[in-house]
């Protein structure tokens, strides 16, 4: 007898919502699967009916979040500021637990670049004089700093408004930090 989609789907969500609640509070290295299954009132077998591993499902968290962000990006008007729109697309998203999970303290690297590399900084418009070697720089200067302060924002509890907070990264990477500073 085969399962219905809806319960099979809800109960890999219960594994990805779980997986993400303990990644947001330890390391990858210490949630075990036992954690998980436990945690989702599921036995280890049926873990293994969705994901080879903790590391295929936090593959698979990835993914999808990108896609969604992708998705979102397509469906969306393009804005002046691609970093901007990939930010409002992940902050608006469903998959806020994740976002967090994957941009908190135990988030990777990895995961950080892939996310980098879905944001189309060619249509950045940073009013560079002419492209040289320091262009690369200055867009992983900006790209970099405006993925910090939104993972920062998150873990504030996003306590700035959306728009203060993209003001706030327009303001700091075209006037710097000194109009802030108490001199």
């Known amino acids: 007898m085969k399962k219905q989609p809806e319960i099979t789907e809800k109960t890999k969500q219960a594994f990805i919502d779980i997986f993400c609640e303990l990644y947001s509070q ?8 036992k954690d998980i299954t436990s945690k989702a009132g599921y036995n280890r077998s049926t873990f293994y009916q969705y994901f080879a591993d903790i590391y295929e499902l936090l593959d698979f968290v990835e993914t999808d979040l990108l896609n969604s962000m992708k998705e979102s990006l397509t469906n969306k008007e393009a804005a ?6 990939a930010l409002h697309c992940l902050e608006n998203s469903e998959h806020i637990s994740t976002l967090k999970a994957l941009l908190g303290d135990y988030g990777s690297v990895h995961f950080l670049e892939r996310l980098k590399r879905e944001i189309p900084f060619d249509k950045l418009d940073l009013n560079f004089l002419d492209y040289n ?16 302060l939104f993972r920062l924002w998150i873990r504030q509890g996003k306590d700035l408004s959306a728009e203060e907070l993209f003001n706030l990264v327009d303001s700091l990477y075209t006037n710097g930090i000194t109009p802030y500073s108490n001199k």
């Open 133 to 148: 070697s320091l262009t690369p720089y200055l867009i992983e200067f900006y790209i970099s700093t405006s993925l910090s």
């Open 26 to 33: 330890k390391p990858i290295e210490k949630i075990s699967i």
């Open 80 to 85: 002046t500021d691609p970093i901007q729109n």
